[in-house]
């Protein structure tokens, strides 16, 4: 049983309680289990993708950039750790909506689930500190050394003469 408005309701017909009216005349609309945890594990999915996207982009920064970038390896292994976090949280977040959320037999497997996505939450914000204080945004690494491009003169094509015509030569 749970409480709801003062009333004890059976959480698999939470679907059939009427509406309650108050004295204030606002109607309060028992609160659908399932809709609400779909709700919001979809809403914690989307967000999930945005800083899956985000690391795989800072990943690939960090790739392109390359060894000589003096935080190389501990940005590899830490946006490596925090990519694997959040893979994990989505796949408990598609498993914990899968089950009903009024079988009270799955309360306390949804429960361990739930808790394991948010400590695994809670270590990728943590992890993401991180990376954001080794992150390299807004740096630009410049090599000390000119860098030529040789062309051969076989390859090399004539500039036009007069600055008005354009076309092939």
Sequence with gaps: MDRLNGQDIPLSKVDDVEAVTRRSGKVYRPINLNHYATKKTAAQSMLDVALLMANSSQLKSVLYVGPQYRFYLPLIVLLTISITLQVAVGLLLVFIVKYDLNDVRKHAKLNRMNNAATVFVFFTVLINIFI???????????????????????????????????GVI
Aim: zero cysteines; a negative charge; glycine letters at 6%.
């Design 132 to 166: 954001t204080a080794l992150g390299f945004e807004g740096q630009i690494l410049r090599s000390t050394e000119p860098r030529l491009i040789a062309i051969p003169e076989s390859q090399l094509v004539p500039l036009p003469i007069d600055d008005n015509v354009t």
